[in-house]
């Protein structure tokens, strides 16, 4: 009952609020400081857009073109999809419906139409900020349990998929780590993020594999080592979104990857140990995440926003 290193009542597991007060203001900084390339953009947007002396002017101004899509609600991937009729369309259909209706104004209308794109696309990042934030703090704290019991390790950095030894300095190496390996007790372990499991047929957040990073150096030596049902120590999900409003939704989402991860080893005879950790957890969360940990269906879970968890679990993790 590894869980009981840190955690004693469901009480343990609640995010107290001090902590999602801190995530919100961490949110908000962050989603501010994303922001500044937008408005610079849309800075220079309205100088150009000064140029013109009406709005059907802008299509003859070439080096803004792109910032027209935006602002006719085409976002970059869209954009990507689109013919060059498409594009000319939108951007007429922009000036015609939203600008020529502006009269004077539409420099400013324009501008305000590109910050609504550039905000939809700010947006859809700032989702997936609070996962990649849990990853890289966890991150940290595994390589701090390593350094503590004295395991050198090596990471998959997460831009050229190489693995790597562990460096002199690893000051910031999490902001690019995507797997970490090392040995205990003599034997290779690997963990990896998001992967996809084929028993399960879908993506696991956290994987612990019994296996060498040589095991895994090229796709197709991966994909047998993935096929390897055996070789899994432990699966897990990792949630960072610190909204309370959205604790149940993830736990519903999470607790039913769990428990898919859990009957399809099951079903051929194996029991990896299953875990969980998130940032945002709320009472009635608590008390089912608890049950399942007395009653053996989750081996350990951790609250994000608590260090000491993190810490622990961290531990766990490295020693198993």
């Known amino acids: 009952m590894s869980y009981k290193w840190h955690i004693a009542s469901i009480d343990d597991l609640v995010t107290p609020y001090e902590a999602v007060r801190a995530g919100f203001v961490a949110l908000a900084l962050e989603k501010n400081r994303r922001a500044t390339p937008f408005v610079a953009e849309a800075r220079a947007l309205k100088v150009a857009a000064m140029q013109a002396k009406t709005p059907s002017d802008l299509l003859e101004i070439e080096d803004i073109q792109r910032a027209l899509l935006t602002a006719a609600g085409i976002s970059d991937k869209a954009n990507g999809h689109l013919s060059p009729e498409n594009r000319f369309e939108a951007i007429n259909e922009l000036v015609r419906i939203y600008l020529e209706p502006a009269g004077k104004n539409f420099a400013e209308e324009l501008v305000y139409r590109f910050l609504l794109t550039r905000g939809d696309t700010l947006g859809g990042s700032m989702r997936n900020w609070g996962g990649v934030l849990a990853e890289r703090k966890l991150t940290r704290a595994i390589i701090a349990a390593l350094a503590l019991s004295g395991k050198e390790y090596q990471w998959l950095n997460q831009d050229d998929r190489k693995w790597s030894h562990q460096p002199k300095d690893d000051t910031g190496i999490e902001y690019n780590v995507k797997g970490l390996a090392w040995k205990h007790d003599g034997q290779f372990r690997t963990l990896l993020y998001n992967i996809r499991v084929p028993l399960v047929n879908k993506n696991v957040d956290l994987c612990l594999l019994r296996c060498s990073t040589t095991d895994i150096s090229s796709p197709v030596e991966a994909k047998k080592v993935y096929q390897s049902h055996e070789l899994y120590i432990a699966l897990g999900e990792l949630k960072g979104g610190i909204d309370p409003a959205g604790a149940d939704e993830h736990w519903k989402t999470a607790g039913s990857a769990l ?36 009653t053996g269906a989750l081996a350990n879970s951790a609250n994000l926003t608590n260090e000491n968890h993190i810490a622990s679990i961290s531990r766990w993790l490295t020693s198993l």
């Open 259 to 294: 428990e898919r991860i859990r009957s399809a080893f099951r079903n051929i005879g194996l029991s990896p140990d299953i875990f969980f950790i998130g940032a945002a957890i709320e009472k009635e969360m608590a008390g089912e995440i608890w049950h399942s940990l007395e």
